[in-house]
């Protein structure tokens, strides 16, 4: 059995991955309705990667013995004035999701869950990795600044970036 607050964090963290998954989604749509479409296969597969992430959580909270609740949630942001603004909010986003996978991580060292523990590890190399690529496409929109051709050319490698992800 869960802890009652172990369980507590696992639920907001469902909402939380849930909420990165519509996150995603509304950015995908901006990208697809202003000619980025490389940003938008690249953003709609990111949308389904999070609903894995949440998937994840939910299975491995009924499996524990409790039940996982789905909450309702807030709309996300639909406008942006660049692809640049877009992949900043995205690394923030993906900065606030580590500090508090990295919050449930600390709860659970405290309590000595090390089986939550030990599924939470998986989450925290996710958000290595996508902390990581969200920065590596920031500094790629800083080379090309202003340069709409080359801008034009990193929108179909974005496509390539979503089929790379798993
Ligand atoms: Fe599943 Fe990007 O947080």
Same mark, same amino acid.
């Given at each position: ?27 995908? %749509?901006? /990208? ?11 953003? *709609?597969?990111?949308?389904?990667? @999070?609903? #894995? ?54 709860? %659970?060292? /405290? ?11 998986? *989450?925290?190399?996710?958000?290595? @990795?996508? #902390? ?35």
């Amino acid at each position: 059995m869960l802890s009652k607050n172990i369980e507590q964090l696992l639920q907001d963290q469902v909402k939380k991955e849930a909420s990165s998954s519509q996150t995603y989604l509304a950015m995908a %749509c901006w /990208a697809d309705t202003k000619g980025f479409e490389g940003a938008a296969d690249f953003l *709609y597969a990111h949308s389904d990667e @999070e609903r #894995e992430h949440m998937l994840k959580l939910i299975k491995f909270l009924n499996e524990r013995g409790s039940q996982a609740t789905v909450a309702a949630l807030d709309a996300p942001k639909k406008d942006f004035n660049s692809l640049m603004e877009v992949f900043k909010s995205i690394l923030e986003h993906e900065i606030v999701v580590t500090e508090s996978i990295n919050n449930i991580i600390t709860n %659970c060292l /405290a309590g000595n869950d090390h089986l939550t523990n030990n599924f939470m590890q998986w *989450y925290m190399n996710e958000q290595m @990795e996508e #902390e990581q690529l969200a920065r590596s496409i920031i500094d790629k929109l800083e080379m090309i600044g202003s340069d709409t051709g080359s801008l034009y050319l990193f929108d179909k490698e974005l496509a390539g970036l979503a089929s790379a992800e798993h």
